[in-house]
């Protein structure tokens, strides 16, 4: 069965940097797109990135731009989120997403929280 397990999640101060790994098993990870989303106490689940299959395709929201960049290793079936100049709104929780044969399948998160 699909399986997506995120960590890397922590407390961090403002301006500084986290990094998300997301390891993925039960399907062909390599043919498939990737998300990373978050979702912030009382608001809506966001996209936040997206790469293609290879990994030659990314896309941001514009409130990462810069910031955030996603990347991923066919190999070892893992998709990272390098998180920089981090602010507090960048809180939440952090989600891997994978669509697989039309079904979006969701790891539990990992929460990153940004204070002094």
């Known amino acids: 069965q699909v399986q997506l397990v995120e960590s890397g999640g922590g407390l961090v101060q403002p301006g500084g940097s986290l990094r998300l790994s997301c390891a993925a098993s039960?399907?062909?990870?390599?043919?498939?797109?990737m998300n990373w989303y978050r979702q912030a106490p009382g608001k809506e689940r966001e996209l936040v990135a997206t790469?293609?299959?290879?990994?030659?395709?990314?896309k941001y929201a514009d409130s990462v731009k810069g910031r955030f960049t996603i990347s991923r290793d066919n190999a070892k079936n893992t998709v990272y989120l390098q998180m920089n100049s981090l602010k507090p709104a960048d809180g939440a929780v952090y989600y891997c997403n994978a669509r697989v044969q039309r079904i979006d399948y969701w790891g539990k998160g990992t929460l990153v929280t940004v204070s002094s």
């Open positions: 790469i293609s299959p290879a990994g030659s395709v990314t």
């Open positions: 039960g399907f062909t990870f390599s043919g498939e797109t």
